[in-house]
């Protein structure tokens, strides 16, 4: 692949008069790379959505809704929020659901009106939905029956908009409704991600109208960018392409399921397809064939799941255009089945680098270039700024490993309701502290480790402090640690290693038990190991995984 040809595209995309020109502007008072020519809220976006008229937007099961009927749906549900619990620019509608119409119906309608989506996670058990609701105080909680009942014992102190039961009504409150008109700022909070962290509780990222609609054009740009270089090596197929259609089967209360899922495909007029439930990796082979999937991106295991079916081979997968993985790092043996599977073979891949509080990818590597570099995140995207800075701060040149710092116009406000995680993640100048250790080579960005001791376990962020308290709220337990280990389908699986009480016994089970009373499935250690010696700690009393782990000796000496 010619490299130099690459940047020539993308020079004329980003250069004067090209669609996606970078000027200088200022965003929160810091002067830094803009688009010249973009989307100013997402009610814009949505607005703009009229122009795929009856095109199917939504499918899910055998509901279908196309982009007009969407349209509809979303000005009366607006209408309702804000006629009947009085929902206007700041307020926090919580949507806690399965991935289903009514998701994305509540989002479209709380940010068109100036309110911000609070996307939460639906694994979550009833202490960290009680916790979630109370800490994004919100005005009005949309939730489904499943997890309603999870919490049937908890006066959770809001209203509740039940999609069973209440839906119905709310839709129909007024058809003749126009999308709401109030000004939106492109800086306004739009959405609140709930992302982990060491603290022991998952932190609220808040994203603006102006992040989300960037991560959605240099998305755009992405494809484009790859389609002119196709055309210029002469790989481009033949023919109007079809419409778009995007499988989704990552949550939508992740930044990939909203985001690259409900936001984006919206904005390029593409069907997105929905499954609730459990993932079933024969299921989307089904949906890939029957709705002629076009693209398909998993997150942790699903890719694997689905590409190593015994079944595979009986289902017509020749739509797919292409295919991605996220939440996990995709080992270049996985990326070779991708190409084996997707008809476009190497196009078909995309990765990149990103996390909630940078709203989307900082870096991004697609087709020839990531066959080239399977483990590689790729290269800065436009309006992009990323730094490997040392533990004084100071950026560090090519090659050489230290914390990854990313700046840009679509970063994160803050943490919602923290300032003091705020400052430590925004750093002067409004560069985000990401935690994740990395290098530059040649221009393209590794990734080596993480810096804080998160697991990342089939793209679920793990903190392991959350469960190591629980641990110790155990009689039989007098200190725990828990750490990530490596796993070739989840990338990671969460191992405990417990001390017993004095004249205690531990049973790894009755412990798994106990931790699955007030923390999600997904957190509950697989691996477990008992240890009769204190853990090793630092001075300040902090344990050394590394030390637990065996990747180096312990060099603390207890006075």
Same mark, same amino acid.
């Given at each position: 692949?010619?490299?130099?040809?690459?940047?020539? $595209?993308?020079?004329?995309?980003?250069?004067?008069?090209? =669609?996606?020109?970078?000027?200088?502007?200022?965003?929160? !008072?810091?002067?830094?790379?803009? /688009?010249?020519?973009?989307?100013?809220?997402?009610?814009?976006?949505?607005?703009?959505?009229? #122009?795929?008229?009856?095109?199917?937007?939504?499918?899910?099961?055998?509901?279908? @809704?196309?982009?007009?009927?969407?349209?509809?749906?979303?000005?009366?549900? *607006?209408?309702?929020?804000?006629?009947?619990?009085? @929902?206007?620019?700041?307020?926090?509608?919580?949507?806690?659901?399965?991935?289903?119409?009514?998701?994305?119906?509540?989002?479209?309608?709380?940010?068109?009106?100036?309110?911000?989506?609070?996307?939460?996670?639906?694994?979550?058990?009833?202490?960290?939905?009680?916790?979630?609701?109370?800490?994004?105080?919100?005005?009005?909680?949309?939730?489904?029956?499943?997890?309603?009942?999870?919490?049937?014992?908890?006066?959770?102190?809001?209203?509740?908009?039940?999609?069973?039961?209440?839906?119905?009504?709310?839709?129909?409150?007024?058809?003749?409704?126009?999308?709401?008109?109030?000004?939106?700022?492109?800086?306004?909070?739009?959405?609140?991600?709930?992302?982990?962290?060491?603290?022991?509780?998952?932190?609220? *990222?808040?994203?603006?109208?102006?992040?989300?609609?960037?991560?959605?054009?240099?998305?755009?740009?992405?494809?484009?960018?790859?389609?002119?270089?196709?055309?210029?090596?002469?790989?481009?197929?033949?023919?109007?392409?079809?419409?778009?259609?995007?499988?989704?089967?990552?949550?939508?209360?992740?930044?990939? !399921?909203?985001?690259?899922?409900?936001?984006?495909?919206?904005?390029?007029?593409?069907?997105?397809?929905?499954?609730?439930?459990?993932?079933? &990796?024969?299921?989307?082979?089904?949906?890939?064939?029957?709705?002629?999937? %076009?693209?398909?991106?998993?997150?942790?295991?699903?890719?694997?799941?689905?590409?190593?079916? =015994?079944?595979?081979?009986?289902?017509?997968?020749?739509?797919?255009?292409?295919?991605?993985?996220?939440?996990?790092?995709?080992?270049?043996?996985?990326?070779?089945?991708?190409?084996?599977?997707? &008809?476009?073979?190497?196009? *078909?891949?995309?990765? !990149?680098?990103? /996390?909630?509080?940078?709203?989307?990818?900082?870096?991004?590597?697609?087709?020839?270039?990531?066959?080239?570099?399977?483990?590689?995140?790729?290269?800065?995207?436009?309006?992009?700024?990323?730094? @490997?800075?040392?533990?004084?701060?100071? &950026?560090?040149?090519?090659?050489?490993?230290?914390?990854?710092? @990313?700046?840009?116009?679509?970063?994160?406000?803050?943490?919602?309701?923290?300032?003091?995680?705020?400052?430590?993640?925004?750093? =002067?100048?409004?560069?985000?502290?990401?935690?994740? $250790?990395?290098?530059?080579?040649?221009?393209?960005?590794? $990734?080596?480790?993480?810096?804080?001791?998160?697991?990342?376990?089939?793209?679920?962020?793990?903190?392991?402090?959350?469960?190591?308290?629980?641990?110790?709220?155990?009689?039989?337990?007098?200190?725990?640690?828990?750490?990530?280990?490596?796993?070739?389908?989840?990338?990671?699986?969460?191992?405990?290693?417990?001390?017993?009480?004095?004249?205690?016994?531990?049973?790894?089970?009755?412990?798994?038990?106990?931790?699955?009373?007030?923390? *999600?499935?997904?957190?509950?250690?697989?691996?477990?190991?008992?240890?009769?010696?204190?853990?090793?700690?630092?001075?300040?009393?902090?344990?050394?995984?590394?030390?637990? %782990?065996?990747? #180096?000796?312990?060099?603390?000496?207890?006075?």
């Amino acid at each position: 692949m010619s490299l130099e040809r690459l940047r020539e $595209i993308e020079a004329q995309l980003t250069g004067p008069g090209g =669609p996606f020109e970078v000027v200088a502007g200022e965003v929160l !008072g810091e002067r830094m790379q803009v /688009l010249k020519q973009r989307k100013r809220s997402l009610r814009q976006l949505l607005e703009e959505s009229a #122009a795929h008229g009856d095109k199917e937007y939504i499918v899910h099961g055998e509901r279908r @809704i196309g982009y007009a009927e969407h349209l509809r749906q979303v000005a009366s549900l *607006a209408a309702a929020f804000r006629e009947r619990y009085g @929902i206007g620019p700041g307020d926090r509608v919580a949507i806690l659901a399965e991935n289903r119409p009514e998701w994305i119906l509540s989002f479209w309608a709380s940010v068109s009106l100036g309110g911000i989506a609070a996307a939460l996670n639906g694994w979550w058990t009833a202490d960290e939905i009680l916790y979630g609701v109370r800490h994004c105080d919100p005005k009005l909680l949309v939730i489904d029956r499943k997890r309603r009942d999870r919490v049937a014992d908890r006066d959770l102190g809001v209203p509740l908009a039940v999609i069973e039961d209440d839906f119905p009504e709310l839709l129909a409150h007024d058809p003749q409704a126009a999308l709401p008109s109030q000004p939106i700022a492109e800086d306004d909070p739009a959405v609140i991600l709930y992302t982990s962290g060491t603290t022991g509780r998952p932190k609220g *990222a808040v994203n603006t109208h102006r992040g989300v609609c960037g991560f959605v054009q240099l998305v755009m740009m992405n494809g484009l960018r790859m389609l002119l270089l196709n055309q210029a090596q002469g790989r481009a197929r033949g023919g109007a392409p079809p419409q778009p259609c995007a499988l989704m089967t990552v949550p939508l209360f992740h930044l990939s !399921g909203l985001y690259a899922g409900a936001v984006m495909m919206l904005a390029v007029g593409a069907k997105t397809v929905w499954r609730s439930g459990r993932f079933d &990796p024969e299921d989307v082979l089904r949906l890939i064939e029957k709705e002629r999937v %076009t693209n398909w991106s998993g997150v942790g295991s699903m890719a694997y799941r689905a590409l190593h079916h =015994p079944n595979l081979p009986k289902y017509d997968l020749s739509s797919l255009r292409n295919l991605g993985s996220g939440g996990a790092p995709v080992s270049p043996r996985m990326q070779q089945r991708m190409r084996e599977v997707a &008809p476009t073979g190497s196009q *078909a891949l995309a990765l !990149g680098y990103g /996390l909630s509080e940078s709203v989307g990818v900082a870096t991004m590597i697609t087709g020839l270039e990531l066959e080239e570099r399977p483990t590689s995140a790729g290269r800065v995207v436009p309006t992009h700024e990323v730094e @490997i800075r040392d533990p004084d701060d100071k &950026p560090l040149p090519e090659g050489q490993e230290g914390e990854i710092h @990313i700046r840009s116009p679509y970063l994160m406000l803050g943490y919602w309701g923290d300032p003091a995680a705020t400052e430590k993640a925004l750093k =002067p100048g409004r560069w985000l502290a990401t935690g994740d $250790i990395g290098r530059f080579e040649d221009g393209y960005l590794y $990734i080596n480790s993480r810096a804080r001791d998160m697991i990342l376990r089939n793209a679920e962020n793990i903190y392991p402090v959350e469960i190591e308290h629980r641990l110790e709220a155990h009689p039989a337990v007098a200190e725990a640690a828990v750490l990530g280990v490596e796993h070739e389908v989840l990338g990671q699986e969460v191992k405990a290693i417990v001390v017993p009480a004095a004249g205690a016994e531990i049973d790894p089970r009755e412990l798994g038990a106990w931790v699955a009373e007030t923390l *999600a499935a997904y957190k509950v250690p697989s691996l477990w190991e008992v240890r009769r010696e204190p853990l090793p700690r630092n001075a300040s009393g902090k344990v050394l995984k590394d030390v637990l %782990t065996g990747e #180096a000796p312990n060099r603390f000496v207890e006075e």
